[in-house]
């Protein structure tokens, strides 16, 4: 099972939302996992046409998936996914 640390702004919508371990063999099955535990979470990760969501960034032990649209990148046993939301916007005053 993948080890799934999650942005903390993402506590906001879902404050039941832990980092943790979910079953999945690529990071398309991953998200329905997580779907699955956290309904409308995916909402949140991936757009319409369940493609990674411009603003959303996963990467898998450490590195940036590389495919936004299909997220067939495989995953592993012991791997480590992390998914973040970039912040943008307001003033630093």
Do not use: W
């Not at 309904?39 to 590195?63: C, M, S, T, W």
């Amino acid at each position: 099972m993948a080890r799934v640390v999650f942005t903390k702004h993402l506590a906001r919508y879902f404050p039941d939302l832990k980092d943790t371990s979910f079953a999945g063999t690529s990071v398309r099955e991953l998200l329905t996992h997580i779907e699955a535990k956290h309904p409308g979470l995916a909402g949140y990760i991936v757009d319409d046409q369940g493609a990674l969501r411009k603003h959303v960034n996963i990467f898998i032990d450490g590195e940036p998936v590389g495919d936004r649209r299909e997220l067939e990148a495989p995953l592993g046993a012991d791997t480590e996914v992390h998914i973040l939301q970039a912040l943008s916007g307001g003033s630093l005053d």
